[in-house]
């Protein structure tokens, strides 16, 4: 070890950090560990100096129990990380349209995890309402229910529990319309995004902007950091994991990888069971021959993975 430094998060402190880095000899490359959070500031400026990026995940635990845990202890980890080869994961470069992408799939999950809390509320109160309000939204359904509880008209001269009611719903409402138009003007935006950086990907049957826009953002905008089809599945978490020991071989189901990944590649294979004809026939035979439908499922995911994996932008 030559030496520990610490340094301002600032543009500033990033340059004194590659100045101290230098002045030890030729930089080749530096380990970073979050470099989709908080190192994506240091992770840009060392790209930006010609300095190879490598992304460094959870710090050593038998030297963390051994030596306690530090900020200098985590970097001298990540440094020997780097420098010995058991981190070799380039960075993404999130520079391009699939950064765009993933900013907008930020806005846009949290408006639709909103928008089912605000329904959720809606219904709740619908239930709980005075009788005359109860019976107006008895038969409404959940399409409507936002349209219809914003139609409301509170009368603040009337009964003071079904004024507040009325007046409540009405909020949720209006908050549910809103947040409909905020998720279609941001749906628009990636999906054109997403023609626009991958259209061979979204031509594939059963992929959509949004399943696209998941993987694009798993992959990265330097998607030529991932070296084979194998990996993009290990990314993905569909690459079944050794299991073995002595003479029984065996494999089992991988819950790692990128989650969102994994859920587009279900949503992919789900939509292909019920409209594509050579995944039906595959279906058909491998059910004939005993398989669950899971166990398909995941097969059909793996096979997936590897049809995606050729369509990724710079593969």
Known sequence: MLGVESFPT????????????????????????????????LARFLRSMDVAVIEVGRPNRQAR???????SIDAVEAARAALSGRATAIAKTADGN?????TLLVA???????????LNQLRHLGFCAPDELRERFRGVTVAGLA????????????????????????????????????????????????????????????????????????????????????????LCGVAPIHASSGKTIRHRLNRGGNRQANHALWRIVFTRMSS???????????????????EIMRVLKRYVAREVYRHLPGV
């Open 108 to 118: 846009y999950r949290s408006g639709r995890d909103a928008r089912t809390k605000c």
């Open 147 to 234: 349209r219809e509880a914003a139609s409301l008209r509170p009368n603040p001269d009337g009964d003071a529990v079904l004024s507040a009611t009325k007046l409540a719903m009405r909020t949720l409402g209006h908050r549910v319309l809103d947040i409909d138009d905020d998720c279609a003007r941001l749906r628009g935006e990636f999906a054109t995004l997403v023609h626009k950086t991958a259209p061979s990907l979204v031509a594939l049957p059963g992929v959509g902007a949004y399943t696209a826009a998941l993987l694009l953002v798993a992959a990265g905008d330097n998607a030529e950091r991932i070296t084979s089809e194998a990996a993009f599945a290990h």
């Open 65 to 71: 129990r051994a030596h306690g845990k530090s900020d």
């Open 98 to 102: 699939v950064e765009a992408i993933r």
């Open 10 to 41: 600032t543009s500033a402190g990033f340059a004194e950090l590659h100045a101290w880095l230098a002045s030890h000899g030729t930089l080749d490359r530096v380990g970073v560990e979050g470099t989709g959070a908080y190192g994506a500031g």
């Open 276 to 294: 594509d004809p050579r995944t039906r026939a595959y279906v058909q035979r491998r059910t004939l021959e005993g398989r669950s439908k899971p």
